[in-house]
Structures are given as C-alpha cells and as structure tokens.
C-alpha cells in the first residue's frame, strides 16, 4: 500500500523586512477556492506545477515559473498535475512597496501592477530562489535586505506596469442626452 505524500507548509514572519511574510509549501489535494490577500504574492514553482485563476482567466505555473498576483486581486490555487506542487513565496505588502518605490520610481507611495499572472524568466527566478534560500537562514539581516531590495527592485523595472483605472461613466448619460439633442436639432440631408 502507498502512503499518500503529506501537505507541508512553513510559514515565516521576517521582521527585518518590515514584516514581511514568506510560504514555503507542497500540495498534492489542496484546492484554494476565491479569495484575496492583502499583499502581492511573488513565488517560484520548485516542482510539479499549479493551476490558478487570476485576473479574469485561468493560468497555469510550470516548473521554475514565477507567479504573480497583486495584492487584493482575486485569484484561486490547485495542482495542475497529479503530483502537485511545491513553492516558496512571499507576500510584500503594498506598503512594504509604498517604501520601495519611493527610491525606484518617479511615481512615489505607488505599489506595482502586474498584469502577467505567470512569467517565464530564468534569471529573476533564480534569484528569488536565493533570496527564498537566504531568508531561510538566522542572521544576515544587512544582505537580506539587499538581496531583497535587489530582487524587488529587478521585478519592478522589468514587470511592473500602471493599473488600468476605471473609466468615470458618471456623466456618460448627460452626455448621449447632448449628442442625441444635437442630432435632433440638425436638419436631414438630402
């Protein structure tokens, strides 16, 4: 008789990062239905693969894939595979954002928008999964920190994009009132 491999999840809370929130976690049976976090979500699949809906559509996260969801965006989470899946992540705040891109950006107290649920990039996956492996470790606060701001840093600059606003349609029916006026008001031509 097989034994079914067991769910883990660690979860750990970094206080040199200003509370910064990282998972490190394997499903095989876990299904997330609908729901939010408050912060944005950054992971690395490290085996298997996940399936998650986000943004409107459905995606799916291979192997060395990065995952993006952006804080207070609905999204779910299953395995894509029989085998499941395994991650690490980590969940920055948008105010742990608010912070960073004061110095990145000439658009201040703005957290990021990322409009790709999933990203197929070697070399940040790489890195997030050092930093992943030094957060792990006691001590090194100073190059946590850095290799932190770096990580973040490459993300923002490269994915990060500004979130489409709602249009204002709160005159929109004065509006075709005027063009429909103005439409009677114009004599036919012949």
């Excluded at 779910?76 to 029989?82: I, K, R, W, Y």
């Excluded at 395994?86 to 742990?96: H, N, S, V, W």
């Excluded at 197929?120 to 946590?144: I, V």
Aim: glycine share 6%.
């Amino acid at each position: 008789m097989s034994r079914r491999p067991r769910e883990q999840v660690d979860y750990l809370h970094l206080k040199e990062l200003g509370g910064l929130e990282m998972l490190k976690a394997s499903y095989f049976q876990q299904e997330f239905s609908r729901h939010v976090h408050e912060g944005f979500c950054i992971g690395v699949i490290e085996e298997g693969a996940q399936r998650f809906y986000r943004t409107g559509g459905n995606h799916v996260a291979p192997q060395g894939d990065i995952i993006l969801v952006n804080a207070d965006e609905v999204h779910t989470g299953s395995s894509a595979v029989e085998t499941g899946w395994r991650y690490r992540a980590i969940y920055p705040t948008p105010e742990i954002f608010h912070e960073l891109t004061r110095d990145l950006t000439t658009v201040h107290g703005t957290a990021p928008w990322f409009r790709e649920a999933v990203l197929h990039d070697e070399g940040l996956a790489q890195q997030l999964r050092l930093l992943f492996d030094l957060l792990e470790q006691p001590n090194n606060k100073l190059l946590k920190q850095t290799l932190f701001l770096s990580t973040i840093a490459w993300l923002i600059s490269k994915y990060s994009q500004t979130k489409p606003q709602a249009t204002d349609l709160s005159n929109a029916k004065q509006r075709i009132l005027n063009i429909k006026e103005l439409m009677a008001s114009m004599p036919e031509q012949e």
